[in-house]
């Protein structure tokens, strides 16, 4: 484990419990968030990567089920903790944005009772006045006049809302915030000022943020490192400016291209062949042997490993393996 | 087509809103509106709604400046009055009685009035009449419904107090009165007390126990639920009059073993409402932001759970109290319920369902009351459900 690392996540499987059989939404994947990053989780709808952002906080209920792995952060496994202690770590120590601010908040208690409720549930010594200057501080910070803190959410609009969703993981100073698609409800203005102020947040409070999303284009305005996530598994893993110079894994190609721009001619858009895989029963070898324009024999067949390719970038792919497969079968 | 008739505006709302009031004031203060004791047998029996109590009354020239028997005291020195009466009735023996009882008011007053009349008896009612007309008797004291039937034959005559002092003409039952006597319209009022007694403590219960039980079910799942869910369904499977009969078979008449009966009733209608909105609000984004931020179960199922589920039954309650306050009167009915003493809705109708072809109005009113009672808190129930829940109201 790299000593820069605040979470580090080993051979993480979650499984949901369906009537069909088990699914396995995220598949032996490993992978660091370093301190003070901003590290941007793309991928398809259904590739596992909100499954992934969930279990990073246990967050799982339900047909959902961490089978394997451990979540190391800042020092210690989350798995070895009892479902008592969790919550200690939930709020104080990672906090979590969701997709939809419409209704990640609660519709019959006051944004201000949201944010004491927090403070004190983790700090119960604080006085109720203590919670609530720190709250009103908080939110003027994020651009929220003090009096609306006694304003219930539907009086709010969507951006507000989600502003008062960071303020919540602020309240605590999280160290690592999870936010899960936190732009995709809101409109493109919005969006800029929203990622805007991620970004101001990160260096003031020097927070870690993990950013899970289906947009490029917000990952390669913000973050700093992006990790591509497809049918379960993570395909690469670099530094944004390299992963979007020189796209690895062909699947990073495709999605690269496959980005709508105004420049290009009608018909010019790359459409990647196929579909996304059944989970269920996903494809053996490569999970993306089906899809890849450079398919070989051996993706058929041999699952690829997940290895560094230059520095950090790591790609699994067996494009840039072949030759170890080539030395293992001349020893063979 | 049903909902947009009567698709609930806030007027709805407020006259079903007004009547439950209503209800409750007159619940809470029955003495102040009721003319009698529910209780005491105030009148004649199966009288009428509006009808005159049949009483013997005065009948005095239409000159006559008397009104009452008091006013037929003379000082001791004059000749005592002469008073007309048919013979063989007991109105005789009954003034007598009434004009002994002033008597012994007024003998040690100043002035030295005493009353003490002379009784002739004549044969027929005609008669004595005759008596009073020709001035042979100051005045006659007959049934004053016999008199009404043949006071035309009498334009002389006019009608004055019964012997009592009561006006005799005035209609002193507004409902009527039983089989025994006592005034519809007073066990009316004090019955509105008994049913509502049993309509909202009975649903207060079912409410404290079943709104718990709905809410630890459907935030815990797995095997609790569905075990607490079988009990529950088995429960709602009966026939609700049935199974409160059985019960209260069991536990014996009492009111608060009619409660306990109506409260298991509806013990699972909250469950399930409750339940099932658990269901659904414990998968809302907010629920699971909730668990992100650190909350715990308790917290969770206490601030983020309970708040939204709890207009749901509030609205139920009202639909409740409704059909609990009719299956108490129907309990009643059957004799399970409440003592036979008691001012009940449905003892009444009971009662009056045994005189039903010569008493009408001893089964109607209870039966009206009770209607008037379930129509108010469904209508209020109905209203708040279209006005609380959006999905409902007219496109």
């Known amino acids: 484990m790299p000593d820069d690392s605040l979470y580090s996540v080993r051979n993480l499987t979650v499984e949901y419990q369906t009537r069909v059989g088990i699914v396995k939404a995220v598949d032996d994947v490993s992978l660091d968030i370093r301190r003070g990053e901003i590290l941007g989780l793309v991928g398809e709808s259904g590739c596992g990567k909100s499954t992934l952002g969930k279990a990073l906080m246990r967050l799982h209920t339900g047909p959902a089920r961490i089978a394997n792995g451990e979540l190391w952060f800042d020092g210690r496994d989350l798995m070895k903790l009892s479902d008592r202690e969790m919550p200690d770590v939930r709020g104080a120590e990672i906090g979590m944005i969701f997709q939809d601010p419409m209704t990640s908040l609660n519709p019959v208690q006051r944004i201000l009772d949201h944010l004491t409720e927090t403070i004190q549930a983790h700090e119960p010594e604080t006085s109720g006045a203590a919670a609530r200057t720190r709250s009103e501080e908080l939110v003027e910070r994020l651009g929220i006049r003090r009096e609306r803190l006694n304003e219930y959410p539907h009086q709010m609009s969507g951006g507000m809302r989600q502003r008062v969703m960071i303020s919540l993981a602020l309240a605590l100073r999280a160290k690592l915030v999870i936010a899960d698609e936190p732009t995709t409800s809101l409109d493109v203005i919005v969006e800029a000022k929203f990622l805007d102020l991620l970004k101001e947040l990160q260096k003031e409070f020097g927070l870690t943020i993990l950013l899970i999303t289906h947009n490029i284009g917000v990952v390669a305005e913000v973050a700093d490192r992006v990790a591509v996530m497809y049918a379960a598994k993570m395909a690469e893993v670099g530094d944004v400016n390299d992963v979007f110079a020189d796209p690895k894994h062909p699947y990073t190609q495709g999605l690269l291209k496959s980005v709508p721009n105004i420049r290009l001619e009608e018909g010019e858009l790359y459409k990647m062949e196929g579909a996304p895989p059944n989970l269920l029963h996903p494809p053996i070898g490569c999970r993306f042997h089906p899809r890849c324009p450079f398919v070989m024999d051996i993706c058929r067949t041999r699952e690829p490993a997940f290895e560094p390719v230059v520095g950090g970038h790591l790609v699994s792919c067996l494009l840039y393996q072949t030759a170890n497969v080539k030395q293992e079968g001349l020893h063979a | ?395």
């Open chain 2, 1 to 395: 087509m049903a909902r947009r008739w009567y698709g609930a505006d806030w007027w709805f709302v407020t006259i079903s809103a007004v009547m439950v009031l209503g209800f409750i004031i007159v619940a809470m203060f029955p003495g102040l509106f009721a003319p009698h004791s529910p209780d005491d047998l105030v009148g004649p029996r199966f009288l009428a709604p509006g009808a005159h109590p049949d009483l013997p009354a005065l009948i005095l020239p239409s000159d006559s400046p008397d009104n009452e028997l008091i006013d037929l005291a003379v000082p001791s020195d004059q000749p005592r009055p002469i008073v007309a009466v048919v013979q063989g009735v007991p109105t005789s023996g009954a003034l007598n009685e009434q004009a002994q009882v002033i008597d012994n008011q007024i003998k040690n007053e100043p002035g030295g009035l005493r009353l003490r009349p002379r009784i002739e008896r004549y044969a027929t009612l005609e008669e004595a009449l005759q008596a009073v007309v020709n001035g042979k008797a100051t005045a006659a004291v007959v049934q004053s419904l016999e008199f009404e039937a043949i006071s035309a034959q009498f334009p002389t005559l006019r009608e004055g107090a019964s012997i009592t002092g009561e006006r005799s003409t005035a209609g002193g039952f507004f409902l009527g009165t039983n089989d025994i006597g006592q005034d519809v319209l007073s066990r009316l009022l004090w019955g509105t007390r008994i049913a509502l007694i049993i309509g909202f403590s009975s649903s207060l219960v079912a409410l404290f126990l079943g709104v718990p039980l709905g809410l630890f079910a459907g935030f815990v799942g797995g095997s609790l639920d569905r075990s607490l869910s079988l009990v529950m369904d088995s429960l709602y499977a009966f026939p609700g009059l049935i199974l409160a009969i059985a019960i209260t078979a069991v536990l014996g008449p009492s009111m608060l073993n009619i409660i306990v009966a109506i409260a298991v009733l509806y013990i699972p209608t909250y469950y399930r409402i409750v339940r099932g909105q658990t269901l659904s609000v414990k998968e809302e984004v907010y629920v699971e932001a909730a668990k992100s931020i650190g909350a715990r179960n308790l917290e969770i199922l206490q601030k983020y759970i309970f708040p939204n589920v709890i207009p749901s039954v509030a609205i139920i309650f009202s639909v409740n109290v409704a059909d609990a306050i009719l299956t108490g009167a129907g309990l009643s009915f059957l004799g399970l319920g409440l003592p036979p003493t008691i001012a009940d809705w449905g003892i009444d109708l009971a009662r009056g369902q045994r005189f039903i072809q010569t008493a009408w109005w001893m089964i109607t009113f209870p039966g009206l009351a009770i209607m008037l009672v379930v129509l108010a808190f469904s209508m209020m129930g109905e209203g708040l459900t279209e006005i609380f829940n959006p999905k409902l109201r007219e496109r």
